[in-house]
């Protein structure tokens, strides 16, 4: 593991990474989803595609990098493009991002963009959430702030005020526009019983991009752990047909 140090909106931010197959021409980059860290991604994928020069990251607020400021999705992506610009890896090649790693993914706009379970297409809350958020803020304007844990999403709790507040600005987020504008070739991955980024979600994006392949798997929104092989396979028949074209 290193650290690497850098600058952002006049604020400091220490990213944690992990490069595998150092002497490797070609990066893949991998970006994991939230509340997970670059240790998930790295033992899924550690043992495969090693024609690449793998380089793992925790984003920050994550693992072992830190964050002190609230965030947008494409905000992350930046602080990404700072850290790869500073690691000598922005030929941005492959780009391997899971859930919400998918969405800091997209705006880095690699060559080819692997979309794994990603986030991104924004989903209407239900009735239960929305009156639950409804009674959360009536709590809150009469001060009773001390219930604030009992209204939070499983993925919010025990957050950071920064991260909590990046929490909320990412899940609303809606990037139908990005995806429709990425010009680079995409391969969707997906686990067929998703329920926090469901299929439908994967069917949308591939209308959206215009040079795109999904491929359905059997399992949730962690089926790559136990696809890792295939999805390794896909992706580099994937990259040989950008090379080749």
Same mark, same amino acid.
């Given at each position: 593991?290193? /650290?690497?140090?850098?600058?952002?909106?006049?604020?400091?931010?220490?990213?944690?990474?992990?490069?595998? @197959?150092?002497?490797?021409?070609?990066?893949?980059?991998?970006?994991?989803?939230?509340?997970?860290?670059?240790?998930?991604?790295?033992?899924?994928?550690?043992?495969?595609?090693?024609?690449?020069?793998?380089?793992?990251?925790?984003?920050?607020?994550?693992?072992?990098?830190?964050?002190?400021?609230?965030?947008?999705?494409?905000?992350?992506?930046?602080?990404?493009?700072?850290?790869?610009?500073?690691?000598?890896? @922005?030929?941005?090649?492959?780009?391997?991002?899971?859930?919400?790693?998918?969405?800091?993914?997209?705006? /880095?706009?690699?060559? /080819?963009?692997? /979309?794994?379970?990603?986030?991104?297409?924004?989903?209407?809350?239900?009735?239960?959430?929305?009156?639950?958020?409804?009674?959360?803020?009536?709590?809150?304007?009469?001060?009773? @702030?001390?219930?604030? +844990?009992?209204?939070?999403?499983?993925?919010?709790?025990?957050?950071?005020?920064?991260?909590?507040?990046?929490?909320?600005?990412?899940?609303?987020?809606?990037?139908?526009?990005?995806?429709?504008?990425?010009?680079?070739?995409?391969?969707?991955?997906?686990?067929?019983?998703?329920?926090?980024?469901?299929?439908?979600? +994967?069917?949308?994006?591939?209308?959206?991009?215009? #040079?795109?392949?999904?491929?359905?798997?059997?399992?949730?929104?962690?089926?790559?752990?136990?696809?890792?092989? #295939?999805?390794?396979?896909?992706?580099?028949?994937?990259?040989?047909?950008?090379?080749?074209?």
């Amino acid at each position: 593991m290193a /650290l690497k140090t850098i600058q952002y909106k006049q604020h400091t931010f220490s990213i944690s990474y992990e490069i595998l @197959n150092p002497a490797s021409k070609i990066d893949i980059v991998f970006l994991h989803g939230w509340g997970a860290n670059k240790e998930l991604m790295k033992s899924a994928f550690g043992k495969n595609l090693k024609t690449f020069r793998h380089i793992y990251i925790d984003l920050p607020g994550f693992g072992k990098s830190t964050n002190d400021m609230k965030l947008s999705t494409e905000e992350y992506s930046e602080i990404i493009e700072i850290f790869l610009a500073e690691i000598s890896a @922005n030929e941005k090649e492959i780009i391997v991002g899971h859930s919400f790693g998918g969405k800091v993914a997209l705006f /880095l706009n690699p060559k /080819l963009l692997v /979309l794994v379970a990603s986030a991104g297409i924004y989903r209407t809350k239900s009735f239960f959430i929305m009156a639950k958020i409804s009674l959360f803020k009536l709590f809150k304007f009469f001060g009773l @702030n001390r219930f604030r +844990a009992l209204f939070l999403a499983s993925d919010a709790v025990s957050l950071s005020q920064p991260m909590y507040e990046t929490f909320k600005i990412v899940v609303n987020e809606d990037l139908s526009a990005q995806f429709e504008s990425f010009e680079g070739k995409a391969l969707l991955l997906w686990g067929r019983d998703d329920t926090a980024t469901p299929v439908e979600s +994967a069917e949308y994006m591939v209308e959206l991009i215009k #040079d795109s392949h999904l491929i359905i798997y059997e399992g949730d929104h962690y089926f790559f752990m136990s696809e890792t092989e #295939d999805v390794s396979v896909e992706i580099l028949k994937s990259y040989l047909k950008i090379k080749q074209s």
